[in-house]
């Protein structure tokens, strides 16, 4: 395998969590005649770069379709979070009404939208049809394509410039990472600056999160990967924050390499240093995740199982894509989680990739009243901890898997 960054050969493993569908695959009715197609999911490093990846089996065009069916506008501490970014980067970087943005991977337009209610000019780029559609539906201008260094090329011979660029959890998603940052740095006038979301490496390698492992995600991104990356595409980072969406994110800004060139702040090299003297660039600080995320996968198996020879009847909260890949990774199938239940009418009434348990409306939580609740977006457990205590149930009597099984 050679790395997507620096094309050095890549063999260090993370870990290996054998093979699953794709995790945003979700089924129809008359799917479940057919079959499904399968690939395998393991994750290297790569001891040149250190860039951390998935090995490729598949392309974006096959994981990002028209039938996507991720929202962000379903989650409101995702929602918050968009408020409180416009707010911080509005008061920053003196943004006012004449002021462009681009948000690369708008999704539904959760997040511009909050800069369009300032009178901004908004671009979205988002190539999931669906998705985009939704985005349009608010009155948001969206252009269907996946950004490239090309494509930024045509995006400007049309208009498109951004004074903010803003690519929220999308680094990690794309394969050419190299050219996908060209494709930024295309996109920004003078004096611009890019902002990146994308879930931490260090987050991921110390609490052993596996489940946030899946297809769609090419990269696992530390900053001192990130730094380098983004040099390599004529971008220079000069700040970084630590966000705890995700189970731990990371905020990084940069500008244009060149005249516009901003200094480093003291709290990104604080960063830099912190990763280094953890050892995210040597050979060791990966050993034992895999140890680590069998522990996580036979405990919940154990749990599930112990459950139903009880009697007891557990379901499932919260229809995301790391569910997918702890359910699948484990084995569970709607013998041991009868059904998932989810608030996004587009994963309502599918079934899960792989496993093929039932997503279901709300109301058949409330109408059925089972014994124990396993939420799967444990990042958001505190929103839907207080879901489901409107609506009647305990905090006795939900659960999570990931970091830890926690019952209560």
Not at 189 to 212: C, S
């Amino acid at each position: 395998m050679r790395c997507r960054h620096c094309a050095g050969d890549v063999d260090l493993s993370l870990v290996d969590l054998g093979s699953s569908p794709p995790s945003n695959a979700y089924l129809e009715q008359a799917d479940l005649e057919g079959s499904e197609v399968w690939f395998p999911l393991r994750v290297k490093v790569c001891e040149s770069c250190w860039l951390v990846q998935t090995e490729d089996f598949t392309d974006a065009d096959g994981l990002f379709h028209s039938d996507y069916a991720y929202f962000s506008g379903f989650s409101t501490t995702w929602v918050d979070h968009c408020r409180r970014f416009v707010d911080a980067v509005v008061g920053r970087f003196g943004l006012g009404e004449q002021s462009r943005v681009v948000e690369v991977a708008c999704n539904d337009g959760t997040l511009l939208q909050q800069f369009r209610s300032r009178e901004m000019s908004c671009v979205g780029i988002e190539p999931t049809a669906r998705v985009a559609a939704a985005a349009r539906s608010a009155g948001l201008d969206v252009r269907e394509v996946f950004l490239s260094s090309e494509v930024a090329d045509e995006l400007r011979s049309s208009g498109v410039a951004a004074d903010l660029l803003v690519a929220n959890n999308v680094l990690a998603h794309v394969p050419d990472i190299v050219g996908f940052l060209e494709g930024c740095r295309g996109l920004m006038v003078d004096g611009a600056v890019a902002t990146f979301e994308f879930p931490h490496l260090v987050e991921l390698v110390d609490g052993a999160l596996f489940d946030t492992i899946y297809h769609e995600h090419f990269s696992y991104l530390s900053l001192c990967v990130v730094d380098r990356v983004l040099k390599r595409a004529g971008l220079s980072m000069f700040d970084a924050e630590r966000l705890p969406t995700h189970g731990g994110s990371l905020r990084v800004f940069a500008s244009v390499v060149g005249d516009g060139e901003r200094p480093r702040t003291a709290r990104a090299e604080r960063i830099l240093d912190d990763e280094r003297s953890r050892g995210v660039e040597t050979a060791s600080y990966y050993a034992g995740f895999q140890a680590a995320t069998d522990r996580m996968k036979n405990d919940l198996l154990a749990y599930l199982v112990e459950e139903s020879r009880r009697g007891r009847r557990v379901v499932g909260y919260g229809a995301a894509a790391k569910g997918n890949t702890l359910l699948n990774y484990a084995g569970v199938r709607s013998d041991l989680l009868e059904y998932v239940v989810d608030n996004n009418p587009a994963k309502q009434g599918t079934f899960l990739p792989g496993s093929r348990i039932p997503v279901v409306a709300e109301e058949v939580l409330i109408r059925d009243r089972p014994d124990r609740i396993l939420v799967l977006p444990w990042n958001i457990r505190d929103e839907i901890v207080q879901r489901l205590e409107s609506i009647g149930f305990s905090s006795g009597d939900i659960l999570t898997a990931v970091p830890a099984l926690v019952v209560g």
